[in-house]
């Protein structure tokens, strides 16, 4: 038997680092937070938008490199925060 949920994509940006335009899609599902950057084939478990140690950790894993990973995952929790009006 399969089980749906309903996934949110809570924001999809541009975020440019080292040179590059990233595509990135990040949201919640019924488990956590995910973050997709399809141009790069990466998909990826992700943490609250303000556990940037965790978040990094998860994006290198994918084979990100760090100083893109960083960027984005910085970029991912101003994003959040001005989304939600001063608090991620």
């Known amino acids: 038997m399969n089980n749906f949920f309903k996934a949110h994509i809570l924001f999809e940006a541009n975020i440019a680092a080292n040179g590059y335009n990233h595509l990135v899609i990040y949201g919640k599902h019924v488990n956590g937070y995910f973050c997709c950057i399809p ?3 990466v ?3 992700m943490a609250e938008p303000n556990d940037t140690y965790w978040n990094y950790q998860s994006l290198c894993k994918t084979g990100l490199n760090q ?3 960083k960027i984005i995952v910085q970029e991912i929790k101003r994003i959040m925060t001005e ?3 001063g608090a991620a």
């Open 43 to 45: 998909g990826c478990e």
């Open 83 to 85: 989304l939600n009006g």
């Open 39 to 41: 141009d790069w084939n």
């Open 67 to 69: 100083s893109d990973a």
